[in-house]
């Protein structure tokens, strides 16, 4: 069956650029979640959404970031005004609930520069 | 502050070489902990979870066994397929927080 997909899969953005991410969870699943990869680093939490309530936000870096998910299934990360320092991979995860295990996609690699 | 420590941070084994990685945690209201593969340039790929001390579960060579402060994952007869990165997470909920936070992860190295 379909896993979590994310687009574009590489993002190459200008200082200043905006960028928006996309995640398509695997249907269904009610919970989302995304996360900041630095290189040779875990996985960071930034937000979860349950359905379409964006439930806890308490890792987004900045007021940069925002994500949304407006009918409880796609869901769009976007970063306005990009840094250098937000150069990192992107990684969305569903599950069928907030406790269960989290199935990721394959990320967004940004590169700020 | 709560928080997950992996070791070693990188471990290099003949095939067949038996071993253990460590997932050490410091949280309070832990409601899972989690193991994941993840390889070069891919997401991680969801292997165990772990919900109370005591707990054990397989998978092919993978063991994954949870105390009260660790999680080892034990991998037996490795082969070099097994080479990867190893994330451990715990997930803590409460209030408005419901997250997955992982430890910065175990490279494996099976040589042939």
């Known amino acids: 069956g379909a896993g979590v997909s994310q687009s574009p899969r590489y993002k190459v953005a200008k200082r200043g650029q905006d960028v928006a991410l996309r995640c398509d969870p695997i249907s269904g699943h009610v919970s989302l979640f995304w996360y900041q990869q630095a290189l040779g680093q875990g996985p960071e939490f930034l937000t979860y959404?349950?359905?379409?309530?964006?439930?806890?936000k308490s890792g987004l870096p900045s007021d940069r970031f925002f994500a949304e998910r407006p009918e409880g299934s796609v869901s769009t990360l976007k970063i306005q005004r990009t840094q250098q320092e937000d150069s990192a991979v992107y990684l969305c995860?569903?599950?069928?609930?907030?406790?269960?295990?989290?199935?990721f996609g394959p990320g967004t690699r940004l590169t700020v520069t | 502050e709560d928080q997950v420590t992996q070791s070693p941070e990188a471990l290099r084994l003949q095939e067949g070489e038996s071993s253990s990685l460590n997932c050490s945690y410091t949280?309070?209201?832990?409601?899972?902990l989690f193991w994941y593969r993840q390889d070069p340039g891919k997401g991680p790929e969801f292997l165990f979870t772990?919900?109370?001390a005591g707990e054990e579960k397989e998978k092919e060579r993978l063991k994954a066994t949870l105390t009260k402060k660790e999680s080892f994952l034990h991998i037996t007869a490795p082969k070099p397929e097994d080479s990867a990165t190893y994330l451990c997470a715990v997930f803590i909920s409460g209030g408005s927080n419901y997250k997955l936070t992982f430890g910065k992860g175990t490279l494996l190295t099976v040589n042939p």
């Open positions: 772990l919900y109370s």
């Open positions: 949280v309070s209201g832990l409601r899972g």
């Open positions: 995860a569903s599950s069928p609930n907030v406790r269960g295990e989290q199935y």
């Open positions: 959404f349950q359905n379409e309530a964006q439930l806890d």
